[in-house]
């Protein structure tokens, strides 16, 4: 079983026991978490799609984490002027547990 759930603007396929990273959450390590705004789910061949959600399902999670990503290098030059400016940018995850779909 599988659900497509959204999360901060972004989508996400998930399924029981698996963990994602996610957009940095409110919350400590070890609480729980609860989305309810499934796209789709898929139990065994029978797919139900929301219009826009599916009504009666949540996937629920655990916070595991808080961690940051790789480092993005934003370097820009303008040629002949002597401009150049490099900059550097790590975005904050929170890594999170589904315990349940349904």
């Known amino acids: 079983m599988y659900a497509i759930v959204e ?8 399924s029981k026991g698996q963990y994602i ?15 309810d705004k499934v796209l ?4 065994d061949g029978s797919v139900q799609v929301g219009a826009p959600t599916v009504m009666g399902v949540r996937v629920d999670g655990r916070i595991l984490e808080h961690v ?12 002949r ?3 150049a400016k490099r900059n550097g940018h790590r975005q904050q995850f ?4 589904i315990e349940n779909i349904g």
């Open 40 to 43: 789709l789910t898929d139990a």
């Open 81 to 83: 002027k002597g401009y």
């Open 68 to 79: 940051k990503g790789d480092k993005v290098i934003v370097f820009k030059k303008k040629r």
């Open 94 to 97: 929170t890594k999170v547990q």
């Open 7 to 14: 999360i901060a603007g972004k989508q996400y396929k998930v």
């Open 21 to 35: 990273y996610a957009p940095k959450m409110e919350g400590e390590a070890g609480a729980a978490v609860s989305f």
